[in-house]
Structure formats: C-alpha cells, structure tokens
C-alpha cells in the first residue's frame, strides 16, 4: 500500500495502486502519489520497540539475577554497617525488631554472582556494592537491599612503625620501674622511645643485658639498673641503686619439727588429689584456664605455689614462690583455698600434714 492526497477533498489515504486511484472519501480520481512510506512502517516500528522493551528486561533479568533466582520483597529488614575495622557488616532484623540469627542466611555483594555464609565484608578496594540476602531453607528466593548499590571505601590502615636497633642517642630516654607487687618478686623496667630496640640489665655488667624487661629478684639487696639500645651507650635508671627488701622469699623455709608437715614425696599415698578425683596431672592446666580469660593473651611465665593439705583436707598456707604479678598471684590464692578438700596423705597408714608444690605455665 502506497500513500496518497485527494486533490478534491483534501484527505490522505493508503491505497494499494492495483485496486486504482479513488479517493474512498470523496470519489475522486483527483488523487497524486505523497510517498513509498507504508503503513508497515509504524508496526514494524512499533515491533521493534516492543523487541528491544523484551530484550531489555531480559538482560536486567540477568544482571541482576545471574542463579536465576528471583527477587522478593524483603520479609526482614536488612541492615548495613561499617564496623570500626572497615568492615560491612549485614544485619538481619525480623518484623518483632529482633536481630535474626545471621547463620541461617546467606549473602552476596555482587548481585548475586557468588554468595557466602559471612555476614561481614572487608576489601581494600573501593568499589559499589549490590547486596542481596536469602535465606538457606530457601534459596530460590532473593531479598535486595533497598539502598543498592552501597558505596564502600575502607579507611586506609595505619601501619605500625617497626622497632629498630638504630636509634637516635641524643634522644632523651625516660626509665621507670615497676616495684614487686605483693606476693611477687618480679620487677619490670619500663623506658621510652617505643620505637627503639632495648636492652635491659640490673647490674650493668657487659653480659647481663636482656630483651624480656622483667627479672626475678632472689634476694634482698641493691640493684643498678641500665637500658640500652644497639648503638648507643647504656642509660642508667635515675633512682639508682634499686633497693629490694624480700619480706617473703629470703625467709628460711620452715622444718619439718617446726611446722609437723611432711614433703608430698615422702608420703605414702603420692600424688596427693583434690578429693573430687580430678587427675593431678591435669590440675595444673585447669586452674590456668580458669583464671586466665582467653583474651588475656599477655600473660607468660612460670608460677611455683606451695600449700598444705592438712589432716582434715583443707587446704592452707598458700605461697607463691615465683609469682607472675599482683594479680595472677592472687587468683591462684584464692582458687586454692577455695576449691575444696583434697585427700589426706598418710605415712605408716596415719594421716600427716602435707606440703605440696604445683607448678603452673601461664
């Protein structure tokens, strides 16, 4: 079909040129031809439109959804943070405001193209996130995060300034000392400039520097204390000598007569046990997990206590003979003279006092 003009009326009008040239309006032959564009044109145009409309949800289809799952409206609501490290956390809270538990979804930061078990997500890249959310009994449907997609920029990390072995020796060098706290004999050198390799000593002979700034003193006496770093002369602590006054440890130990105890070896009933049954070999890691939380990743060393079982099962005269500090010490008091009775040990089927020793790794 071609398009015409009616010449007569005025009119225009598609007519094929085999079924010959009237106006349908008006009758007239007065017709001329205005142009080879059809009527199929506008539903060819109107054909495609609707193509590519198709296509184009097609594809969003695919973006968005590459499992092939589909979207819902969210059932939760769904929260996005930045924790204090850098991290997006994803937080799922039902419709009574209560946070759902996180291990029952799973999660996706790129539309869905992998999904993981972790709710929190950490990159040193910037870059737009498009999160989504379902839940594992049910996969095949996908909640969206309303606010998509999220913009993420990690805060750079600041890096730690390594220790050296060379350092400045004009810089002034601030030393102080932790006397021993009660129930220990353990003192601890503290000095400035952080950023510095020390060495520590508390007599100032050549060989007697150390990294560990803690010592054990035996005995009672004057001690000069000095630090020092690789490449730079030693720096004597300004309250030298450091006078230590055992009140405990430089004591002679008690003898047998004294005291009407006898050592755990000499019994006959070695090794002595709480009275629960609980195994003495491991008695001594079960009062370190007990009274060290597991955050509590700074504490190191060696701590030697003795105790009394007496005839009755009690236990007393608990002391620290190599303590750890103030207060690891005194959780170890008190977690021994409360734990209960202990068997009694016997000698020639009599029941003695006994001493015994445990040795605790921290």
Not at 38 to 55: E, Y
Not at 226 to 236: E, G, M, Q, R, S
Request: proline share 7%; net charge neutral; with cysteine.
């Amino acid at each position: 079909m071609q398009k015409f003009y009616c010449n007569s009326c005025e009119n225009t009008f598609f007519q094929d040129a085999s079924d010959g040239l009237t106006c349908p309006s008006c009758g007239s032959n007065s017709v001329a031809l205005l142009s080879e564009e059809t009527s199929g044109h506008f539903w060819k145009s109107m054909t495609f439109i609707i193509s590519m409309a198709v296509m184009a949800v097609m594809l969003l289809t695919l973006v968005l959804l590459p499992s092939g799952n589909k979207v819902i409206k969210p059932t939760f609501n769904i929260s996005v943070k930045t924790s204090p490290k850098d991290r997006l956390v994803v937080t799922i809270i039902t419709v009574g405001n209560e946070t759902a538990d996180p291990k029952k979804f799973e999660y996706s930061v790129d539309n869905g193209y992998t999904w993981h078990t972790q709710y929190a997500y950490y990159s040193e890249i910037k870059r737009d996130l498009y999160i989504l959310v379902r839940e594992k009994a049910n996969p095949e449907e996908v909640m969206a995060y309303p606010e998509n997609p999220v913009s993420y920029a990690p805060v750079p990390r600041l890096i730690a300034t390594p220790k050296t072995k060379d350092c400045n020796c004009r810089e002034l060098m601030i030393i102080s000392v932790d006397p021993p706290g009660k129930g220990s004999n353990m003192i601890t050198i503290h000095a400035t400039l952080p950023q510095c390799e020390k060495l520590y000593s508390i007599t100032g002979a050549p060989d007697s520097y150390q990294t560990d700034s803690s010592f054990l003193l035996d005995k009672s006496g004057s001690y000069t204390i000095f630090v020092k770093t690789a490449n730079c002369n030693p720096v004597a602590y300004g309250r030298n000598p450091f006078v230590y006054t055992s009140k405990e440890y430089d004591q002679p130990q008690p003898t047998t007569p004294q005291t009407n105890y006898v050592l755990e070896d000499n019994i006959d009933n070695k090794p002595l046990k709480p009275a629960s049954n609980e195994s003495r070999d491991k008695l001594p890691a079960t009062i370190v997990q007990s009274i060290i939380k597991p955050s509590e990743t700074s504490v190191h060393g060696l701590l030697i206590v003795t105790f009394i079982v007496e005839t009755s099962g009690e236990v007393s005269h608990v002391n620290i003979i190599k303590g750890i500090n103030e207060g690891v010490n005194s959780k170890v008091k008190d977690y021994l003279e409360t734990m209960g009775l202990w068997n009694v040990g016997r000698v020639n089927g009599k029941t003695v006092k006994t001493k015994v020793t445990l040795q605790l790794t921290f």
